[in-house]
T-cell receptor, first 112, second 111 residues
Framework: SQTIHQWPATLVQPVGSPLSLECTVEGTSNPNLYWYRQAAGRGLQLLFYSVGIGQISSEVPQNLSASRPQDRQFILSSKKLLLSDSGFYLC???????????FGSGTRLTVV | GENVEQHPSTLSVQEGDSAVIKCTYSDSASNYFPWYKQELGKRPQLIIDIRSNVGEKKDQRIAVTLNKTAKHFSLHITETQPEDSAVYFC??????????FGAGTQVVVTP
């Protein structure tokens, strides 16, 4: 069966520090992968998506970046965090566009 | 791109009553419409979905209807229970296959 792993679960980082969040999927190959952010009490904002290794599409310009170094690994990064980067970051995957997403357990990021 | 609007933003219902959440979308090419339930501090969980070739789908107390002509779809929860309290999100897959989400509806079921 397919599973999605996301870590860490919580993170407190100072302003200006770097960020690296990792997401991996097991039990499938060539999944579509997504990064979403959810501000407190708000909806889900699509940040990046990837349909294959090295293929990244950005939805919202910001100081975040994403990479897909391996088929089942998706990484969200920042060189310098801003206070506004605080939120609940969710990785998601699906086999192809015919199916819904399955979300990872999320990372709650607080920038202080 | 796709734009999804969701109403109401909050919904209070008495236990046993029905709850209805409505969404509209803008991209006529959208063909997949899932609904997610998110409990406090947890990840969104898929509860039901519908495709554009179907007008209605039901799963026990939950049903979803789709009107492609009007570009709107709705979630219906019957015989609500306290454990139905959560935030519900609708979504639509745009022409690129990406899901765009509505802003969410906070459902509170009071005993």
């Amino acid at each position: 069966s397919q599973t999605i792993h996301q870590w860490p679960a919580t993170l407190v980082q100072p302003v200006g520090s770097p960020l690296s969040l990792e997401c991996t999927v097991e039990g499938t190959s060539n999944p579509n992968l997504y990064w979403y952010r959810q501000a407190a009490g708000r909806g889900l904002q699509l940040l990046f998506y990837s349909v294959g290794i090295g293929q990244i599409s950005s939805e919202v310009p910001q100081n975040l970046s994403a990479s897909r170094p391996q088929d089942r690994q998706f990484i969200l990064s920042s060189k310098k965090l801003l206070l506004s980067d605080s939120g609940f970051y969710l990785c998601a995957w699906r086999p192809d566009s015919r199916y819904g997403y399955t979300f990872g357990s999320g990372t709650r990021l607080t920038v202080v | 791109g796709e734009n999804v609007e969701q109403h109401p933003s909050t919904l209070s219902v008495q236990e046993g009553d029905s709850a209805v959440i409505k969404c509209t979308y803008s991209d006529s090419a959208s063909n997949y419409f899932p609904w997610y339930k998110q409990e406090l501090g947890k990840r969104p969980q898929l509860i039901i979905d519908i495709r554009s070739n179907v007008g209605e789908k039901k799963d026990q107390r939950i049903a979803v209807t789709l009107n492609k002509t009007a570009k709107h779809f709705s979630l219906h929860i019957t015989e609500t229970q306290p454990e139905d309290s959560a935030v519900y999100f609708c979504a639509a897959a745009d022409s690129w296959g990406k899901l765009q989400f509505g802003a969410g509806t906070q459902v509170v079921v009071t005993p």
